[in-house]
Protein backbone atom coordinates (compact mmCIF):
# COMPACT_ATOMS: atom_id res chain seq x y z
CA UNK A 1 0.00 0.00 0.00
CA UNK A 2 1.23 3.72 -0.84
CA UNK A 3 1.18 4.41 3.22
CA UNK A 4 2.86 1.62 4.06
CA UNK A 5 5.89 2.10 1.08
CA UNK A 6 5.85 5.96 2.79
CA UNK A 7 6.02 4.61 6.49
CA UNK A 8 9.07 2.37 4.81
CA UNK A 9 11.11 5.43 3.57
CA UNK A 10 10.31 7.35 6.54
CA UNK A 11 11.77 4.52 8.65
CA UNK A 12 14.51 4.88 6.56
CA UNK A 13 15.22 8.23 6.65
CA UNK A 14 15.04 8.37 10.77
CA UNK A 15 17.23 5.64 11.27
CA UNK A 16 19.97 7.30 8.91
CA UNK A 17 19.68 10.40 10.41
CA UNK A 18 19.56 8.76 13.73
CA UNK A 19 23.02 6.90 13.49
CA UNK A 20 24.48 10.50 11.93
CA UNK A 21 23.11 12.57 14.75
CA UNK A 22 25.12 10.86 17.66
CA UNK A 23 28.95 11.83 17.66
CA UNK A 24 29.62 8.90 19.50
CA UNK A 25 28.71 6.21 16.75
CA UNK A 26 30.10 5.83 13.43
CA UNK A 27 26.98 4.84 11.20
CA UNK A 28 27.53 1.77 8.65
CA UNK A 29 24.36 0.81 6.84
CA UNK A 30 20.99 0.32 7.17
CA UNK A 31 19.66 -3.45 6.49
CA UNK A 32 15.72 -2.86 5.70
CA UNK A 33 13.55 -6.04 4.13
CA UNK A 34 10.59 -4.12 2.95
CA UNK A 35 6.99 -5.95 3.08
CA UNK A 36 7.96 -8.79 4.46
CA UNK A 37 6.65 -10.92 7.23
CA UNK A 38 9.31 -10.83 10.36
CA UNK A 39 7.68 -14.57 10.93
CA UNK A 40 9.96 -16.07 8.05
CA UNK A 41 13.71 -14.99 8.64
CA UNK A 42 15.02 -16.57 5.78
CA UNK A 43 13.25 -14.94 3.21
CA UNK A 44 14.54 -12.10 4.88
CA UNK A 45 18.14 -10.85 2.97
CA UNK A 46 18.08 -7.61 4.49
CA UNK A 47 18.16 -9.33 8.05
CA UNK A 48 19.94 -12.26 7.35
CA UNK A 49 23.08 -10.12 5.85
CA UNK A 50 23.16 -7.80 9.17
CA UNK A 51 23.40 -11.03 11.12
CA UNK A 52 26.58 -12.02 9.30
CA UNK A 53 27.86 -8.80 9.10
CA UNK A 54 27.41 -8.29 12.98
CA UNK A 55 29.06 -11.79 13.65
CA UNK A 56 32.28 -10.86 11.45
CA UNK A 57 32.19 -7.96 13.71
CA UNK A 58 31.83 -5.13 10.99
CA UNK A 59 29.42 -3.17 13.89
CA UNK A 60 29.12 -3.76 17.19
CA UNK A 61 25.35 -2.15 17.94
CA UNK A 62 22.46 -2.80 16.14
CA UNK A 63 19.76 -0.26 16.32
CA UNK A 64 15.91 -1.66 15.46
CA UNK A 65 12.25 -0.08 16.19
CA UNK A 66 10.69 -2.77 18.15
CA UNK A 67 11.19 -7.06 19.01
CA UNK A 68 8.61 -6.98 16.81
CA UNK A 69 10.40 -5.83 13.80
CA UNK A 70 13.34 -7.40 14.78
CA UNK A 71 12.06 -10.46 14.89
CA UNK A 72 8.23 -12.60 15.82
CA UNK A 73 8.96 -15.92 17.27
CA UNK A 74 10.40 -15.82 20.68
CA UNK A 75 12.99 -18.50 19.66
CA UNK A 76 14.23 -16.45 16.86
CA UNK A 77 14.89 -13.71 19.04
CA UNK A 78 16.55 -15.11 21.92
CA UNK A 79 18.62 -17.24 19.50
CA UNK A 80 19.73 -14.17 17.67
CA UNK A 81 20.47 -12.16 20.68
CA UNK A 82 22.24 -15.13 22.06
CA UNK A 83 24.95 -15.37 18.99
CA UNK A 84 25.31 -11.17 18.99
CA UNK A 85 25.94 -11.13 22.64
CA UNK A 86 28.83 -13.70 22.47
CA UNK A 87 30.46 -11.30 19.63
CA UNK A 88 29.65 -8.64 21.93
CA UNK A 89 27.78 -6.89 19.36
CA UNK A 90 24.46 -4.78 21.55
CA UNK A 91 20.61 -4.52 20.09
CA UNK A 92 19.08 -1.55 21.33
CA UNK A 93 15.65 -2.11 21.17
CA UNK A 94 13.88 1.48 21.00
CA UNK A 95 10.54 1.25 21.66
CA UNK A 96 11.20 -1.59 24.83
CA UNK A 97 14.12 0.65 25.64
CA UNK A 98 16.25 -2.66 25.95
CA UNK A 99 20.29 -2.35 25.17
CA UNK A 100 20.96 -6.22 25.37
CA UNK A 101 24.33 -6.15 26.18
CA UNK A 102 23.00 -4.12 29.24
CA UNK A 103 20.18 -6.62 30.46
CA UNK A 104 20.97 -8.72 33.43
CA UNK A 105 18.79 -11.54 32.42
CA UNK A 106 16.86 -12.51 29.73
CA UNK A 107 13.53 -12.84 31.23
CA UNK A 108 12.40 -9.22 30.31
CA UNK A 109 13.08 -9.88 26.55
CA UNK A 110 11.46 -13.93 26.69
CA UNK A 111 7.91 -11.79 28.21
CA UNK A 112 8.17 -9.21 25.65
CA UNK A 113 9.53 -11.71 22.67
CA UNK A 114 6.17 -13.74 23.58
CA UNK A 115 4.22 -10.67 22.97
CA UNK A 116 5.54 -9.81 19.71
CA UNK A 117 4.58 -13.60 18.94
CA UNK A 118 0.99 -13.34 20.13
CA UNK A 119 0.82 -10.46 18.31
CA UNK A 120 1.66 -12.10 15.46
CA UNK A 121 -0.74 -14.68 15.78
CA UNK A 122 -3.66 -12.27 16.26
CA UNK A 123 -2.99 -10.63 13.06
CA UNK A 124 -2.55 -14.20 11.43
CA UNK A 125 -6.21 -15.52 12.75
CA UNK A 126 -7.85 -11.61 11.52
CA UNK A 127 -6.26 -12.36 7.93
CA UNK A 128 -7.79 -15.97 8.07
CA UNK A 129 -11.63 -14.83 9.17
CA UNK A 130 -11.35 -12.44 6.59
CA UNK A 131 -9.89 -14.63 4.01
CA UNK A 132 -12.86 -17.30 4.72
CA UNK A 133 -15.05 -14.64 4.45
CA UNK A 134 -13.98 -14.12 0.79
CA UNK A 135 -14.21 -18.13 -0.03
CA UNK A 136 -17.86 -17.82 1.30
CA UNK A 137 -19.02 -15.17 -1.43
CA UNK A 138 -17.51 -16.90 -4.03
CA UNK A 139 -14.31 -14.54 -4.51
CA UNK A 140 -11.04 -16.02 -5.68
CA UNK A 141 -8.45 -16.35 -2.36
CA UNK A 142 -4.69 -17.01 -3.54
CA UNK A 143 -5.45 -18.36 -7.36
CA UNK A 144 -2.80 -17.90 -9.10
CA UNK A 145 -3.91 -19.82 -12.41
CA UNK A 146 -4.29 -22.42 -13.92
CA UNK A 147 -3.92 -24.66 -17.33
CA UNK A 148 -7.10 -23.99 -19.66
CA UNK A 149 -8.32 -20.22 -18.18
CA UNK A 150 -6.65 -17.05 -17.74
CA UNK A 151 -6.52 -15.14 -14.72
CA UNK A 152 -6.81 -11.72 -14.29
CA UNK A 153 -5.24 -10.08 -10.93
CA UNK A 154 -7.64 -6.78 -11.11
CA UNK A 155 -10.88 -8.26 -11.56
CA UNK A 156 -10.10 -11.57 -10.14
CA UNK A 157 -11.91 -13.18 -12.85
CA UNK A 158 -10.35 -16.16 -14.96
CA UNK A 159 -12.16 -16.75 -18.50
CA UNK A 160 -11.24 -19.23 -20.94
CA UNK A 161 -7.99 -20.13 -22.79
CA UNK A 162 -9.06 -20.80 -26.55
CA UNK A 163 -5.61 -22.73 -27.32
CA UNK A 164 -5.61 -24.05 -23.78
CA UNK A 165 -9.16 -25.29 -23.85
CA UNK A 166 -8.48 -27.90 -26.53
CA UNK A 167 -6.18 -29.64 -24.92
CA UNK A 168 -7.95 -29.64 -21.60
CA UNK A 169 -10.47 -31.72 -23.30
CA UNK A 170 -7.81 -33.94 -25.64
CA UNK A 171 -6.94 -34.80 -21.70
CA UNK A 172 -10.58 -35.67 -20.67
CA UNK A 173 -11.57 -36.87 -23.61
CA UNK A 174 -8.56 -39.61 -23.85
CA UNK A 175 -9.57 -40.52 -20.30
CA UNK A 176 -13.02 -41.65 -20.97
CA UNK A 177 -11.54 -43.51 -23.76
CA UNK A 178 -9.41 -45.87 -21.41
CA UNK A 179 -6.37 -44.11 -21.78
CA UNK A 180 -4.18 -43.56 -17.98
CA UNK A 181 -2.50 -40.58 -17.15
CA UNK A 182 1.12 -42.40 -18.08
CA UNK A 183 -0.01 -42.77 -22.05
CA UNK A 184 -1.69 -39.21 -21.69
CA UNK A 185 1.27 -37.79 -20.51
CA UNK A 186 3.82 -39.29 -23.05
CA UNK A 187 1.09 -38.11 -26.24
CA UNK A 188 1.50 -34.54 -24.47
CA UNK A 189 5.27 -34.92 -24.65
CA UNK A 190 5.11 -36.70 -27.83
CA UNK A 191 3.32 -33.80 -29.38
CA UNK A 192 5.45 -31.05 -27.80
CA UNK A 193 2.50 -28.97 -26.28
CA UNK A 194 3.97 -26.17 -23.72
CA UNK A 195 2.44 -26.26 -20.29
CA UNK A 196 1.62 -23.33 -18.89
CA UNK A 197 4.94 -21.69 -18.06
CA UNK A 198 6.25 -22.56 -22.24
CA UNK A 199 8.06 -26.06 -21.10
CA UNK A 200 7.23 -28.92 -23.18
CA UNK A 201 7.35 -31.46 -20.71
CA UNK A 202 4.15 -32.55 -19.16
CA UNK A 203 4.94 -35.30 -16.00
CA UNK A 204 1.75 -37.61 -14.94
CA UNK A 205 1.16 -35.80 -11.28
CA UNK A 206 -0.06 -32.79 -13.79
CA UNK A 207 -2.24 -34.72 -15.82
CA UNK A 208 -3.84 -36.19 -12.71
CA UNK A 209 -4.17 -33.01 -11.23
CA UNK A 210 -6.10 -31.80 -14.11
CA UNK A 211 -8.42 -34.36 -14.03
CA UNK A 212 -9.12 -34.11 -10.55
CA UNK A 213 -9.36 -29.83 -11.09
CA UNK A 214 -13.28 -29.11 -10.27
CA UNK A 215 -12.40 -25.86 -12.70
CA UNK A 216 -12.91 -27.35 -15.62
CA UNK A 217 -16.88 -27.75 -14.97
CA UNK A 218 -17.07 -24.16 -13.67
CA UNK A 219 -17.18 -25.05 -9.86
CA UNK A 220 -14.50 -23.10 -7.94
CA UNK A 221 -13.57 -25.32 -4.47
CA UNK A 222 -11.67 -23.44 -2.14
CA UNK A 223 -9.46 -24.10 0.76
CA UNK A 224 -7.81 -26.91 -0.56
CA UNK A 225 -5.18 -25.91 1.37
CA UNK A 226 -4.46 -24.42 5.18
CA UNK A 227 -2.09 -22.52 7.27
CA UNK A 228 -1.31 -25.27 10.00
CA UNK A 229 1.37 -22.94 11.59
CA UNK A 230 0.48 -18.95 11.41
CA UNK A 231 4.06 -18.33 12.97
CA UNK A 232 6.08 -20.52 10.16
CA UNK A 233 3.65 -20.54 7.44
CA UNK A 234 3.53 -23.82 7.28
CA UNK A 235 0.20 -24.84 4.64
CA UNK A 236 -0.94 -28.02 4.26
CA UNK A 237 -3.52 -30.45 1.95
CA UNK A 238 -7.17 -29.61 4.19
CA UNK A 239 -8.16 -33.19 4.83
CA UNK A 240 -11.35 -31.58 6.86
CA UNK A 241 -9.43 -29.61 9.53
CA UNK A 242 -10.97 -26.66 8.26
CA UNK A 243 -14.02 -25.38 6.81
CA UNK A 244 -14.24 -26.24 2.51
CA UNK A 245 -16.53 -23.42 0.06
CA UNK A 246 -17.73 -25.02 -3.16
CA UNK A 247 -19.71 -22.21 -5.82
CA UNK A 248 -21.08 -24.41 -8.26
CA UNK A 249 -21.23 -22.67 -11.93
CA UNK A 250 -18.73 -20.10 -10.68
CA UNK A 251 -17.61 -19.97 -14.23
CA UNK A 252 -17.34 -20.64 -17.58
CA UNK A 253 -16.76 -24.77 -17.92
CA UNK A 254 -14.08 -26.45 -20.57
CA UNK A 255 -15.75 -29.92 -19.99
CA UNK A 256 -19.32 -30.72 -18.79
CA UNK A 257 -19.93 -32.38 -15.65
Known amino acids: MEDQRNSYQSQLQYYTEKMKSNPKWIPTKVYADEGISGTQDYKRNDFMQMIEDALKGKFDLLLTKSISRFARKTVDTLNYVRKLKEKNVAVYFEEENINTLDMQGELLLTILSSVAQQESETISSHVKLGLEMKMKRGELVG ?115
Open 143 to 257: FHGCYGYNYDKLTKTITVNDEEKRVIQFIFEKFIQGYGTLMITRELNEMGIPTKIGNTIWYENTVRKILKNEKYKGDLLQGKTYTADPVTHRRLENMGEEQKYLVKNNHEAIIDE
